[in-house]
């Protein structure tokens, strides 16, 4: 196979013709086997570096039948909390040497369809799912059904799929109350999780809402039409118009509540002697923003692991494919200075 300036590339016969060890012996110094002195451990990966060898993967993995790659789907690429669970996911792969493929949904099933076809057939190992629609998952049972590890990384509505994710309806139902507590009656929520049928933090507000003797109108859902702090401004605008408005904003992700913060700062409205704003991830700007939000973690680290370990005994046991279960992380509120 020639390299990209046109050169043939070294093979593996290569290495061994200039080191005069066998082929045999030159593939096992290169995989550190201990089988190798360790003099000829050293010497044959100089001579491989020099004539720029690259083992082929392709062909071992198809051997063995494995890449030691997992797919990753995400909803939103630009989401900021979405990125910092893949980067701990990427970290928590590596270290158990595993690589990573990435792909986007943009929360569309018809784009979460292609993306799994692709790693099908790039012969991933196992798929991590970011789902673009929690109540449209029949064409995801059908690739578990057939045997294919695979994790989705949130809260489902129903059962039947492995499942490692932060418990939303917990953290839905922790901000409400926490709002609740300091007083408010009526409470705006930014609920940017409509678009993927994601109700379960909207479902947890009401029943803080219920349990306070609340009316189910006291919750005042509008629909941002995005996830982005543009979005947040202009569905704050909205709220306010709300008669009466209302005095306290639970908004589903930071980005909206900091689009929230932007809008409460241009039109003079004191932030949180006059409106209280609460979000959801808490995301690294959160806590220095020049209000600092309180918000809902968004355990990263915990998903990461979590689901790095649940996809890889699933890997590594095939009769662990057809069982499935439900981890949820419990949300810690953060306090800050925004409610």
Known sequence: MPTGDGRKRARLADV???????????????RGSPRIPEATRTLIPRAAQRLDYLPNHIARSLANRATRTIGLIMTDIMNPTLTLAARAIERELSAAGYGMMFAASDSKVANEKKALALFQSC???????????????????????????????????EEGLEVVAVDDRAGGYKAARYLIAKGHRRIAMLDGGRVLHNREKVEGARRAMQEAGLASEALIAIDPCGHGPANGFAAMGEAVRRQPPPLAVFASTDSLALGALSWCRDHGVAVPDQVAIVGF??????????????????????VSRLSVERILAKIADPDARARTATRLIEPELIIRKSA
């Open 123 to 157: 012969q991933v190992d196992g798929i991590l799912i970011y789902p673009a629609d929690h109540r449209d998952l029949d064409h995801v049972r059908a690739i578990g059904a057939a045997g294919y590890p695979l994790l989705m990384l949130a809260q489902l509505p």
């Open 281 to 302: 991830d808490n995301t690294d700007v959160a806590a220095f923003c020049e209000i600092p939000l309180t918000t809902i973690n968004y355990a990263a680290d915990e």
């Open 16 to 30: 061994a013709q200039a080191t005069g060890f066998s082929i045999n012996t030159v593939s096992l110094a290169l």
